[in-house]
C-alpha cells in the first residue's frame, strides 16, 4: 500500500495516522477538536477529520460523542445562579428606565397645568381690570 502524506497545521500525516486518528475518535467518547489537538496541538479542526473519514469510506455520523448536557448539577446551579446575576441588572434598569420615563412625564405635566393655571389668574386679572366686573371670589365677606 502506498503511503500518502498530507501536510496539516504544520505536521505530516499518512494514511495511517488518518485511520488511527478515526479509530480513537470512533472507540473513545470524545470530540473531533479534542482528537485534534491531541495530535496537532491546534484547537480548531475545521473540519478537515470529516473530510479524512469521507475520503476513506468511515461514516460520518458519530454516535459516541461527548453529551452537550452537563450533568453534573453543581455546575448547573452556578450558571443558573450567575444567569440569575446577569438577568437582575438589566431587568432592574429596564425598570428605572421605566420610571425615570414615567418620572419626566409626570414632571411635563406638572409644568403644563403651572402654567394652565398662571395663564388663567392672569385673563381673569385683565378682564377684571378691562370690564371693571369683579370675577374673583372675595373671602370673609357676609351674605
Same mark, same amino acid.
Given at each position: 500500500m502506498?503511503?500518502?502524506?498530507?501536510?496539516? *497545521?504544520g505536521?505530516?500525516?499518512?494514511?495511517e #495516522?488518518?485511520?488511527?486518528? !478515526?479509530? +480513537?475518535?470512533? /472507540?473513545r467518547q470524545?470530540? %473531533?477538536s479534542?482528537?485534534?489537538?491531541?495530535?496537532t496541538?491546534?484547537?480548531?479542526?475545521h473540519?478537515?477529520? &470529516?473530510?479524512?473519514?469521507r475520503?476513506?469510506?468511515? /461514516?460520518?455520523?458519530i %454516535?459516541?460523542r461527548? /453529551?452537550?448536557?452537563?450533568?453534573?448539577s453543581?455546575?448547573?446551579?452556578?450558571?443558573?445562579?450567575k *444567569? #440569575?446575576?446577569?438577568?437582575?441588572p438589566s431587568d +432592574? /434598569?429596564?425598570e428605572? $428606565?421605566? $420610571?425615570k @420615563?414615567? !418620572? *419626566?412625564? $409626570? +414632571?411635563?405635566q406638572?409644568? #403644563?397645568? +403651572?402654567l @394652565?393655571?398662571? *395663564?388663567?389668574?392672569?385673563?381673569? #386679572? &385683565?378682564?377684571e381690570q378691562?370690564?371693571k !366686573?369683579? !370675577? %374673583?371670589k372675595?373671602?370673609n365677606?357676609?351674605?
Open positions: 502506498e503511503k500518502k502524506i498530507i501536510q496539516k *497545521a505536521k505530516f500525516f499518512t494514511e #495516522d488518518k485511520h488511527q486518528m !478515526i479509530q +480513537e475518535l470512533l /472507540s470524545c470530540t %473531533k479534542e482528537i485534534w489537538e491531541k495530535y496541538g491546534k484547537k480548531h479542526e473540519g478537515q477529520v &470529516i473530510r479524512w473519514m475520503q476513506l469510506g468511515y /461514516s460520518t455520523e %454516535k459516541t461527548k /453529551s452537550n448536557i452537563v450533568s453534573n453543581y455546575l448547573m446551579a452556578q450558571r443558573k445562579q *444567569a #440569575d446575576k446577569d438577568l437582575k +432592574e /434598569s429596564f428605572n $428606565l421605566q $420610571l @420615563k414615567r !418620572i *419626566a412625564e $409626570l +414632571e411635563k406638572l409644568k #403644563d397645568a +403651572e @394652565k393655571a398662571i *395663564a388663567f389668574s392672569t385673563m381673569v #386679572d &385683565i378682564a378691562e370690564f !366686573i369683579p !370675577i %374673583k372675595k373671602f365677606t357676609k351674605p
